[in-house]
């Protein structure tokens, strides 16, 4: 199976260890993947909110270089480059006067859109593509003994409930489970992590990060598991601060492509385990 | 001077589901395109594609079949009949330079009058854009054709016989 | 194509009327101008317009005038056929013309009510009228046929609204049979403890009437059964009816229980669907004490006899009646009558499907019907609001419309869940004394002393937040909140998010047709609406029949419905099916086809196409033939006949392709 891969300007930057661990994990399963050439910033949740016909056309963009350069689905690992490449795909078909508009600026850039692309998410390439019965033969060393805390975030299952259930997706359960470890029953899968406000308005954004990361903790998770860079970043982060205004919490936060990959026996190395904040190294050193 | 051409559909509904759909889009005072004349028959299976080609022959530029969703009809297969023969009709009709939805043949279930709606208003809509089939108008030129021809051949063969006379 | 233009001199008379329908055709289209038109058309002898066509005046003129003009045929262009066509039908009779030389022409629903340019739709009146006086010539003199009613009536379902229905019908001389398909009959309403608004025992004001039915002697009770096929035709149906086994003989059995108690299982082992899972029993059981008939039965999953053969059968021994019988088999009953009364209930909303409210994932969520069993004194706790891990709750959280007007699971009303939803808060604080919250929408009491229920309830002390329910979680944000389940609200009157801590959560769960209503519907050649309920002929003026004459439906299989509501109903079909069975006949149709027999050639391609099996080949003939009385009127051979030999009356070829002409012209 191939795949064309938008890595987003994350994935790049402080997401750089979703990158590795990403590739690293698609490449030993045999999946291959091509980075799309040229791409662009997606525009994210903020381009949108300040000129909204700009924004579908800085995302539509690489939908259009996508399409161009073949017929295969596109991975956006990111949680917000995958919403907003998703919504982009939806308001060109239902709006059309938007369409018009997008396609002609396209045009001018010597680019055509159809609206054919699929933009998927890995995790749901990987249980449903996949499988959790062919993910099986690969997990070598499984990690047993290890809860996680499986934390979604908001981008994947809201508004859009594409590849998952709404207020109780079960996806990355099930992947903590294939690679062996227990997976810890919480009801914050989806809420808030704080997203952008932790940095823009701290006394809202930080205290939505330290509910997650203290309810993870009292429920006996050795580290959260996530699917979002910035969910990521949020988490991780932000304890000293979280620390210095509520109390010292502690609880490291991994990609789940990062514990695949350790269950399926990649090194540390290439999984990118060292680029997380709070240290991970005491969780899984008992595996 | 140009009146903007406006089609003239026949359409064949089914007393039990497309009929009464028609009647509920009524009672719900849902508007809804008047180019549309319609036949009440009570099946949809008791439409002879007989019927179809007359309808087209006499004029009509569009025709609509109506009936029960397959599984539905009130006399059990009637539907099924009419799904077999109008698929073969279609075919044929496109062999005579009738289709892009002249013909048109729709499931209407009796609860459905919004349907009843959207089907009248898009063939509407799309039949005008294909402009007038004018059967009748084709009949009568090539009868005028045959006509002169006809004409022509005894001129001729009058010619003939008076040089044969003289 | 037919040439079909009678000549001028030989038209018959036609009288030609059009309605204004008060405003609601003339509004829209120029009846003075249809009426002119019509009257220049060739065989036109009168033509008239009218305010109301269908009222008395409007139809003696109608009589009056074919007695004064001799008029031969009757074109009434008005409403809907399916409306009126049996009143102008009429009328002509009285005037002393075959009925069905007449055609109704239908520009009300069709055209008045759903066009907005006076000019089209006056354009469209007329080619209508014109192709109806077109067709119109062509019509046969025909009569009704009668055929006989059977007197026996079918009610299937025997929840409240099918034991109303067969007691009516019983107490009115008629042999009943009601069929359900659980093991005793009382349907939804035999679990609930009370009922509102009167806090009558469910129980106490059921019970006798189920005993009623089992006692009636003109009522044959057939539990544990479906309708496994239904054929024939209004007045003539033919019902086939599968029994499942319950392995005990019905008749022998007094519902001793001793076989119970003697079951090897020593423990009730296995969960109790009549107590919604919460309750265990024995593989062999009784869903309640009061159940009717008062007969055990075996569950075939779990008996360890049925299984494996193996049992030492200790039931059968405490069996002093010998009732026993492992190797009953299912059983196949035919049945005759003449009227069938559909009263096969609802299903309630799986809670599953809304999992924000985390019912399944966390045990101290309950469905409402859960909890009608937890109040009730013969429930698996007797009546003490207990959780299932033993403890009593202090606080309560009823949470309205679950599964009901919502865009993601269903867009109704229930009805019936705002009023069961304050009995219940008063039953819990009741038994309990914990404090209660109900979380609506809005508060639905419309019924006979429904709102003074809720007064009474606002004086009880129970605590209304007015509010959807966002999600119930068990996150504690609060040390008060640490092992509670939260539920979270906006509570729109005072403006605010709030969170509240209860133990015990209650979703009202909202009603839905029956998992196989398309299946049972289909059996029964009804139709359905597009939430799935069975259809009604007419939502306001006739809620009870259906499309299908001779089938009547009654109760929440209909729409969601409260008791009072149902039983009305029962009654309206039970009527309903009494006036066609002591009517003693039935008219059919006369849309019947038959074959020509001179313009038969034998070819068969009729014979397999009709699905009621009404037409035979004679083989000393070699020409079809057509049994009218099993003839439904379809038209499906008289469009195959490749010589038009077949005629289906009222829908004949000339008829049909006269009136393409007449549109056409």
């Known amino acids: 199976m191939k795949y064309l891969y938008f890595p987003g300007c994350s994935l790049k930057g ?28 997606c525009g994210a949740t903020a381009y949108m909110s300040v000129d909204e016909t700009k924004s579908y056309a800085l995302a539509g963009r690489n939908l259009a270089i996508a399409e161009r350069s073949s017929d295969l689905d596109v991975i956006a690992p990111c949680s917000a480059c995958y919403l907003v490449l998703n919504k982009t795909q939806k308001g060109l078909k239902e709006n059309p006067e938007l369409r018009r508009k997008v396609v ?69 359960d099930k992947l903590i489970e294939a690679v062996g470890a227990e997976c810890v029953s919480w009801p914050l899968k989806t809420r808030c992590c704080g997203g952008s406000l932790t940095g823009t308005l701290p006394e809202v954004g930080l205290r939505l990060a330290y509910i997650l990361i203290k309810e993870a903790k009292k429920r006996g998770a050795g580290a959260i598991v996530t699917l979002c860079p910035l969910c990521q970043f949020n988490l991780d982060g932000y304890q000293d601060k979280i620390a210095s205004k509520y109390e010292r919490v502690d609880i490291p936060t991994l990609y789940f492509t990062q514990i695949l990959g350790l269950a399926m026996g990649l090194p540390e190395s290439e999984l990118g385990i060292k680029r997380g904040i709070i240290s991970a190294e005491a969780v899984l050193a008992g595996r | ?157 009058k010619k003939a016989e008076a040089t044969h006379a003289g | 194509m037919s040439e079909n233009k009678p000549k001028q001199e030989n038209l018959p008379r036609v009288g030609f009327y059009i309605c204004h329908c008060g405003s609601n055709i003339a509004s829209m289209i120029d009846v003075a101008e249809v009426q002119k038109y019509a009257s220049g058309l060739p065989g036109v002898a009168v033509s008239r317009d009218y305010k109301y066509m269908c009222s008395d005046p409007g139809q003696e003129m109608i009589a009056k005038d074919i007695r004064e003009h001799k008029l031969e045929r009757l074109v009434v262009a008005a409403c809907s056929p399916n409306l009126h066509e049996e009143t102008f039908r009429k009328a002509a009779a009285r005037g002393g013309l075959n009925p069905f ?16 340019d006076k000019k089209s739709a006056t354009e469209k009146a007329k080619d209508l009228a014109r192709a109806a006086i077109a067709r119109v010539r062509f019509h046969q003199a025909l009569d009704k046929k009668r055929v006989p009613v059977d007197p026996n009536v079918l009610v299937v379902g025997g929840g409240i609204a099918g034991i109303h229905a067969a007691l009516t019908l019983a107490n009115a001389g008629k042999k009943v049979t009601l069929i359900e398909r659980e093991a005793t009959i009382g349907g939804h309403m035999a679990m609930f403890d009370k009922t509102f608004p009167t806090l009558d025992c469910a129980a106490c004001i059921l019970t006798p009437k189920m005993s009623a039915v089992k006692a009636h002697p003109n009522i044959t009770l057939l539990t544990y059964s479906e309708v496994n096929k239904v054929e024939g035709y209004v007045g003539n149906y033919k019902v086939t009816v599968k029994r499942k086994p319950r392995y005990v003989k019905e008749d022998l059995c007094v519902g001793c229980m001793e076989c119970i108690d003697a079951c090897v299982f020593k423990e009730a082992k296995f969960p109790d669907k009549f107590n919604q899972g919460l309750g265990k029993r024995k593989p062999v059981y009784i869903d309640f004490p009061q159940a009717t008939p008062k007969v055990v039965l075996l569950d075939p999953e779990t008996c360890i006899e049925l299984k494996t053969g193996k049992c030492k059968k200790s039931c059968a021994a405490a069996c002093d009646r010998k009732a026993f019988d492992f190797n009953q088999k299912e059983e196949i009953k035919e049945l005759q009558v003449g009227a069938i009364v559909l009263a096969t209930g609802f299903k309630a909303f799986d809670a599953k499907r809304s999992p924000q409210y985390g019912y399944g994932r966390y045990p101290g969520v309950y469905t409402a019907l859960e909890i009608e069993r937890l109040v009730n004194a013969s429930g698996p706790t ?48 009741e038994h309990s004394g914990a404090e209660v919250y109900n979380f609506y929408i809005d508060m639905r009491a419309p019924g006979k002393a429904y709102e003074e229920f809720y007064d009474k309830l606002l004086g009880e002390g129970v605590h209304f937040i007015r509010g959807r329910v966002d999600e119930v979680t068990d996150w504690a944000m609060t040390p008060d909140e640490e092992g509670k389940l939260v539920l979270r609200v906006e509570d729109t009157l005072a403006g605010f ?60 299989c209909q729409a969601p419905r409260d008791i009072p509501d149902t039983v009305a109903q029962a009654g309206a079909a039970a009527a309903e099916a009494l006036a066609l069975i002591d009517a003693g006949f039935v008219e059919l149709e006369p849309n019947t086809s038959h074959v020509v027999e001179e313009e038969c050639c034998g070819c068969k391609s009729c014979v397999p196409l009709c699905p009621y099996s009404a037409i035979t080949f004679d083989e000393v003939k070699k020409k079809a033939v057509i049994n009218e009385v099993l003839c439904k009127g379809c038209g499906v051979c008289a469009a195959a006949c490749p010589s038009g030999s077949i005629r289906q009356n009222l829908f004949e070829d000339d008829e049909i392709f006269s009136e393409i002409q007449g549109i056409l012209k």
């Open chain 1, 14 to 41: 402080t997401g750089r260890a979703y990158e590795e661990s990403f590739l690293a994990v698609f490449k030993a399963l045999g999946l291959e993947v091509r980075e799309l050439e040229d791409w662009n910033c």
């Open chain 1, 104 to 172: 002609n600026a396209l045009k001018a850039a010597g680019l055509d859109y159809k609206g054919k692309v699929r933009v998927r998410h890995p995790l749901d390439v990987l249980i449903n593509d996949v499988g959790v019965e062919k993910l099986a033969k690969f997990i070598t060393k499984p990690l047993k003994g290890m809860k996680f805390a499986p934390y979604y975030g908001c981008q994947v299952v809201r508004p859009y409930s594409t590849f998952d259930d709404q207020y109780n997706p079960v996806t990355m």
């Open chain 2, 1 to 157: 001077m140009n009146e903007q051409f406006e089609p003239k559909i026949v359409a064949f509904f089914c007393n039990w589901c497309t009929y009464t759909a028609a009647d509920l889009a009524g009672v719900s005072r849902l508007k809804y395109a008047p180019n549309v004349r319609v036949i009440r028959v009570m099946c949809s299976g008791r439409v002879d594609p007989q019927f179809v080609l007359d309808a087209f022959a006499r004029g009509a530029d569009g025709v609509l079949l109506g009936g029960c969703h397959p599984g539905d009809c009130h006399y059990a297969e009637g539907n099924y009949k009419t799904l077999r023969r109008m698929r073969m009709l279609e075919r044929m009709l496109k062999g005579m330079g009738i289709y892009d939805g002249r013909f048109r043949l729709e499931w209407i279930s009796g609860a459905e009058g919004d349907k009843v709606k959207t089907v009248i208003n898009d063939m509407t809509k799309k039949v005008r854009a294909l402009g007038p089939l004018d059967l009748p108008g084709h009949f009568r030129d090539w009868d005028k054709e045959l006509e002169e021809l006809e004409a022509h051949v005894n001129k001729d063969s």
């Open chain 3, 101 to 116: 030389y007449f055609q109704m022409v239908n520009i009300r629903e069709h055209a008045a009510w759903v066009h907005e």
């Open chain 3, 382 to 429: 007797s009546g003490e609001i207990v959780l299932r891990d033993g403890k009593h709750p202090k606080a309560v959280g009823i949470i309205h419309c679950v599964g009901s007007r919502d865009a993601k699971t269903n867009k109704w009303c229930s009805r019936v869940c705002c009023m069961y939803s304050l009995k219940l808060a008063h039953l819990i604080k």
């Open chain 3, 497 to 556: 998010v709030r969170r509240i801590p209860v133990d015990m959560v209650v979703l009202s769960t909202g009603l839905e047709p029956q998992a196989d209503a398309q299946e049972v519907r289909r059996r029964f050649n009804i139709g359905c609406g597009s939430e799935g309920f069975f259809q009604e002929r007419h939502p306001k003026l006739a809620p009870v029949n259906t499309f299908t004459d001779g089938i009547y439906i009654a109760g929440a």
